[in-house]
């Protein structure tokens, strides 16, 4: 028991010693921490020392006060605006370091004007065309004697037999017919001869059973035209009535191409406009063709019209079910300013695009857009040529802009252009197209009594005045600014 209470004491010993070093190692630190702390300059100390121009609301940027406080339009605090910061409240933009650039892979393309040919590419399909269609009928009741080695699907030139039939009716006009010529009257002979044709015999045939004095009981049928037997309904062996179709049969020297136009590019398409066909079945040919019809009828589910362009079949090449590349071609309709497809921003509410306004600096700008010409997208208002614009990366700058209110800003900046008349003091001289006023508040805009600094329309303008000069003065807001449009000395009271 000695032994084991002596190893017990000696272990305790050990930890205790441990511990009182690693307090007394913990305790140097902090001592160095603090000295190091209390050697530092306090941040607070920086911050005290820079100067505050206004505060404002940064949902409101061109609303600028006096005082700091609650923002009256927002419920949240104003913030201060520095006179060393970059005048971030100029105009509604995003600010994107190069690092950041580099990692979200923007990518900026060059707004330019180019030629509007109206061309709209769209995909289809061959049909056959259903207005190339020849029938077959009975033209008397009779009964089907032989049915030539003919099935749907099968190509046959015209004139190729389809079926032979026995028309009993033909029989007893035809040996009526043979019976009054031989009497040798030569006007009952024609009136035999006119119910022939009337019962819908050819001259060919009525020639033939006056030439042999032969009745013929059994008339072939032929195709009437040459093309792919759509139809076959008869079989040896039936009873066929006066007027039954017998076959349908599908001209091929054309087919149509059924192509499926973007309800949005209706506008650009007419019958008689030229098109362009290329097809995987002949690589590298181009068929040309016209359009023949626009379909009164979209399509509810892809919202497309169906638009039929007719083509030459020749060598029966073109098949129905083939795959189709059409491009319809439309007349020169001058230029247009275009940007890449993908630059534009759709919101639901507005269409925007991202302009950059300085090496890292992003603006947003509501645009109305045109039809889209290959990768590009026809601008018809908010972009000029020449000026870039964000092609790749938008979204995320569009999701950082929205989160910062640039897009609220950007969107109530024109709103704001009526003309406002205001009683106040100078405080500081004009300087660089700039004067600093103290006015009274502004109902209309919701401002209060504040000193704030105010642009000029023209430098002149506040020519002669000094600080604490009284003066009446009209401005207006343009975009973020506020302009003063004129302004004189009086002797009111602000």
Do not use: C
């Amino acid at each position: 028991m000695n032994r084991k209470t002596l190893i017990a004491g000696a272990a305790m010993l050990v930890v205790g010693l441990a511990g009182g070093w690693a307090l007394s190692q913990w305790r140097a630190g902090s001592a160095a921490h603090s000295e190091h702390t209390a050697a530092a300059p306090a941040p607070s100390a920086s911050a005290a020392e820079r100067k505050v121009l206004y505060w404002y609301d940064p949902m409101v940027p061109s609303q600028k006060f006096d005082k700091p406080g609650k923002s009256p339009f927002m419920d949240m605090m104003l913030v201060p605006k520095y006179a060393d910061e970059a005048d971030a409240t100029a105009a509604p933009g995003v600010s994107v370091s190069p690092t950041a650039q580099q990692s979200l892979g923007l990518r900026v393309a060059v707004a330019d004007k180019r030629a509007l040919a109206s061309s709209i590419d769209a995909v289809g399909t061959v049909m056959l065309n259903d207005r190339d269609v020849g029938i077959l009928q009975a033209r008397a009741n009779g009964f089907v004697e032989r049915v030539y080695a003919r099935a749907p699907g099968d190509v046959i030139a015209a004139g190729t037999p389809i079926v032979d039939v026995l028309l009993p009716e033909w029989l007893a006009a035809q040996n009526e017919f043979l019976a009054i010529k031989a009497t040798g009257d030569a006007a009952l002979t024609a009136a035999a001869r006119q119910r022939l044709v009337l019962l819908g015999m050819s001259e060919a045939l009525i020639e033939q059973v006056a030439a042999s004095g032969k009745p013929q009981a059994v008339q072939q049928l032929t195709a009437p035209i040459g093309g792919l037997i759509v139809e076959l309904m008869v079989r040896q062996g039936m009873t066929v009535g006066m007027g039954m179709t017998l076959a349908r049969i599908n001209g091929l020297s054309t087919v149509w191409v059924e192509a499926a136009v973007p309800e949005a590019m209706a506008a650009g398409v007419a019958p008689g406009q030229k098109a362009e066909v290329r097809l995987p079945a002949t690589p590298g040919q181009v068929i040309t063709g016209r359009v023949t019809a626009v379909l009164p009828e979209a399509n509810r589910d892809s919202r497309t019209l169906r638009v039929r362009v007719e083509l030459p079949n020749p060598g029966l090449k073109l098949r129905a079910g083939m795959f189709a590349q059409v491009s319809l071609q439309g007349a020169a309709q001058g230029e247009a300013v275009t940007v890449p497809a993908e630059s534009v921003v759709r919101t639901g509410r507005r269409t925007l695009v991202y302009l950059l306004d300085a090496p890292g600096r992003y603006r947003p700008v509501e645009v109305e857009v045109g039809p889209e010409i290959g990768e590009r997208i026809v601008v018809r208002k908010g972009v000029e040529a020449g000026q870039q614009v964000v092609a790749s990366g938008q979204f995320l700058i569009d999701s950082e802009a929205t989160l910062q209110g640039v897009t609220a800003r950007a969107a109530s900046a024109p709103a704001a252009a009526a003309e406002h008349h205001v009683n106040g003091v100078v405080s500081e001289a004009a300087e660089g197209g700039t004067i600093t006023l103290e006015h009274e508040p502004v109902p209309a805009l919701k401002w209060p009594a504040m000193t704030m600094p105010f642009k000029l329309a023209e430098p002149g303008l506040a020519k002669g005045l000094k600080p604490g000069d009284k003066v009446h003065f009209s401005f207006r807001q343009q975009g973020d600014d506020a302009v003063i449009t004129s302004i004189m000395k009086t002797g009111g009271k602000p």
